[in-house]
Protein backbone atom coordinates (compact mmCIF):
# COMPACT_ATOMS: atom_id res chain seq x y z
CA UNK A 1 0.00 0.00 0.00
CA UNK A 2 2.81 2.34 0.49
CA UNK A 3 3.88 1.91 -2.72
CA UNK A 4 0.52 2.40 -4.45
CA UNK A 5 0.55 5.84 -2.16
CA UNK A 6 3.97 7.12 -3.35
CA UNK A 7 2.79 6.45 -6.82
CA UNK A 8 -0.35 7.78 -6.90
CA UNK A 9 0.49 11.22 -5.07
CA UNK A 10 3.09 11.47 -7.93
CA UNK A 11 0.40 10.78 -10.41
CA UNK A 12 -1.71 13.08 -8.50
CA UNK A 13 0.93 16.25 -8.71
CA UNK A 14 0.96 15.33 -12.36
CA UNK A 15 -2.61 15.38 -13.14
CA UNK A 16 -3.78 18.59 -10.81
CA UNK A 17 -0.55 20.63 -12.23
CA UNK A 18 -1.58 20.23 -16.15
CA UNK A 19 -5.00 20.58 -15.13
CA UNK A 20 -3.69 24.14 -13.09
CA UNK A 21 -1.18 25.02 -15.77
CA UNK A 22 -3.85 24.51 -19.14
CA UNK A 23 -6.54 27.00 -17.32
CA UNK A 24 -3.23 29.51 -16.14
CA UNK A 25 -1.74 28.60 -19.76
CA UNK A 26 1.37 28.25 -17.71
CA UNK A 27 3.35 26.22 -15.82
CA UNK A 28 1.94 25.82 -11.96
CA UNK A 29 3.41 23.33 -9.66
CA UNK A 30 0.58 22.39 -7.57
CA UNK A 31 0.04 21.36 -3.99
CA UNK A 32 0.20 22.49 -0.65
CA UNK A 33 3.79 20.96 0.02
CA UNK A 34 7.06 21.66 -2.02
CA UNK A 35 8.09 18.91 -4.35
CA UNK A 36 6.05 16.63 -7.23
CA UNK A 37 3.03 14.86 -4.69
CA UNK A 38 -0.25 15.87 -3.65
CA UNK A 39 -0.87 13.01 -0.60
CA UNK A 40 -4.56 13.67 -0.79
CA UNK A 41 -4.61 11.70 -4.72
CA UNK A 42 -2.61 9.39 -2.70
CA UNK A 43 -5.15 8.85 -0.05
CA UNK A 44 -7.27 9.15 -2.48
CA UNK A 45 -6.07 6.22 -4.19
CA UNK A 46 -5.98 4.08 -0.97
CA UNK A 47 -9.14 4.76 -0.29
CA UNK A 48 -10.53 3.78 -3.99
CA UNK A 49 -8.07 0.47 -3.41
CA UNK A 50 -10.04 -0.39 -0.21
CA UNK A 51 -13.52 -0.10 -2.42
CA UNK A 52 -11.83 -1.90 -5.47
CA UNK A 53 -13.56 -5.44 -4.80
CA UNK A 54 -16.82 -3.89 -4.50
CA UNK A 55 -16.58 -1.83 -7.26
CA UNK A 56 -14.53 -3.08 -9.85
CA UNK A 57 -17.34 -5.32 -11.64
CA UNK A 58 -19.75 -1.98 -12.59
CA UNK A 59 -18.86 0.88 -14.65
CA UNK A 60 -22.23 2.43 -12.54
CA UNK A 61 -20.58 1.87 -9.03
CA UNK A 62 -17.02 3.38 -9.72
CA UNK A 63 -18.69 5.67 -11.45
CA UNK A 64 -20.83 7.19 -8.46
CA UNK A 65 -19.82 5.46 -5.23
CA UNK A 66 -15.97 6.46 -5.94
CA UNK A 67 -17.30 9.60 -6.91
CA UNK A 68 -19.19 10.19 -3.72
CA UNK A 69 -16.31 8.76 -1.55
CA UNK A 70 -13.43 10.76 -3.00
CA UNK A 71 -15.85 13.96 -2.37
CA UNK A 72 -16.56 13.02 0.82
CA UNK A 73 -12.65 12.79 1.30
CA UNK A 74 -11.94 16.41 -0.21
CA UNK A 75 -14.21 17.94 2.03
CA UNK A 76 -12.51 16.57 5.19
CA UNK A 77 -9.09 17.51 3.73
CA UNK A 78 -10.18 21.00 2.83
CA UNK A 79 -11.32 21.35 6.52
CA UNK A 80 -8.31 19.87 7.84
CA UNK A 81 -5.53 21.94 5.51
CA UNK A 82 -7.61 24.67 6.60
CA UNK A 83 -7.21 24.11 10.64
CA UNK A 84 -3.87 22.63 10.20
CA UNK A 85 -2.16 25.00 7.76
CA UNK A 86 -4.91 27.84 8.30
CA UNK A 87 -4.70 28.42 4.52
CA UNK A 88 -7.64 27.05 1.76
CA UNK A 89 -5.88 25.16 -1.44
CA UNK A 90 -9.36 25.59 -3.23
CA UNK A 91 -12.70 27.89 -2.96
CA UNK A 92 -15.11 26.42 -5.00
CA UNK A 93 -17.87 29.18 -3.42
CA UNK A 94 -18.35 30.84 -7.28
CA UNK A 95 -19.41 27.63 -8.52
CA UNK A 96 -23.26 26.46 -8.77
CA UNK A 97 -24.20 23.77 -6.55
CA UNK A 98 -21.33 24.12 -3.84
CA UNK A 99 -21.14 23.34 -0.11
CA UNK A 100 -19.09 25.36 2.13
CA UNK A 101 -16.88 25.94 -1.43
CA UNK A 102 -15.15 22.84 -0.32
CA UNK A 103 -17.22 20.61 -2.76
CA UNK A 104 -18.97 21.21 -5.93
CA UNK A 105 -20.96 19.52 -8.36
CA UNK A 106 -18.92 20.09 -11.18
CA UNK A 107 -15.88 18.39 -9.34
CA UNK A 108 -17.78 15.47 -8.12
CA UNK A 109 -18.60 14.43 -11.35
CA UNK A 110 -14.82 14.90 -12.29
CA UNK A 111 -14.11 12.98 -9.20
CA UNK A 112 -16.77 10.19 -11.02
CA UNK A 113 -14.87 9.67 -14.05
CA UNK A 114 -11.45 9.94 -12.27
CA UNK A 115 -12.83 7.17 -10.15
CA UNK A 116 -14.67 5.32 -12.72
CA UNK A 117 -10.68 5.82 -14.65
CA UNK A 118 -8.78 4.65 -11.85
CA UNK A 119 -11.11 1.35 -10.42
CA UNK A 120 -11.52 0.15 -14.08
CA UNK A 121 -8.24 0.99 -15.90
CA UNK A 122 -5.67 2.73 -13.93
CA UNK A 123 -5.18 0.41 -11.08
CA UNK A 124 -5.18 -2.58 -12.68
CA UNK A 125 -2.73 -1.40 -14.85
CA UNK A 126 -0.36 -0.89 -12.01
CA UNK A 127 -1.25 -4.34 -10.48
CA UNK A 128 -0.65 -6.17 -13.77
CA UNK A 129 2.93 -4.64 -13.28
CA UNK A 130 3.67 -6.34 -10.69
CA UNK A 131 5.61 -3.60 -9.23
CA UNK A 132 6.11 -5.39 -5.72
CA UNK A 133 10.13 -6.17 -6.72
CA UNK A 134 12.78 -4.51 -4.82
CA UNK A 135 14.11 -1.65 -6.79
CA UNK A 136 10.43 -0.51 -7.48
CA UNK A 137 9.87 -0.77 -3.76
CA UNK A 138 13.09 1.09 -2.59
CA UNK A 139 12.59 4.19 -4.90
CA UNK A 140 8.83 4.57 -4.05
CA UNK A 141 10.44 4.30 -0.41
CA UNK A 142 12.76 6.86 -0.80
CA UNK A 143 9.99 8.85 -2.72
CA UNK A 144 7.61 8.60 0.48
CA UNK A 145 10.68 9.71 2.54
CA UNK A 146 10.83 12.78 0.97
CA UNK A 147 6.75 13.35 1.11
CA UNK A 148 7.09 12.86 4.55
CA UNK A 149 10.08 15.17 4.93
CA UNK A 150 8.41 17.99 3.36
CA UNK A 151 5.13 17.25 5.35
CA UNK A 152 7.21 17.67 8.71
CA UNK A 153 9.00 20.57 7.10
CA UNK A 154 6.03 22.62 6.84
CA UNK A 155 4.95 22.24 10.14
CA UNK A 156 7.92 23.07 11.89
CA UNK A 157 7.87 26.32 9.22
CA UNK A 158 4.78 26.76 10.29
CA UNK A 159 5.31 26.37 14.04
CA UNK A 160 8.26 28.74 13.83
CA UNK A 161 7.11 31.60 11.07
CA UNK A 162 3.59 30.75 10.16
CA UNK A 163 3.42 29.49 6.41
CA UNK A 164 3.34 31.38 2.63
CA UNK A 165 1.92 29.02 0.65
CA UNK A 166 1.01 30.16 -3.16
Known sequence: MIIYFAIY???GYLLESCYVSILQRKWISSGLLKGPFIPLYGLGALLLILLFPYLHTSYYLSFFVG???MTILEYFASVYIEKAFHTRCWDYSRHPCQLHGRICLFYFIIWCFLSLLFIQYIHPFFMSLNIMNDSVSLICLIYLGFI???FID?????KINGLDIH
Open 9 to 11: CFL
Open 154 to 158: RLQFH
Open 67 to 69: GIA
Open 148 to 150: LKA
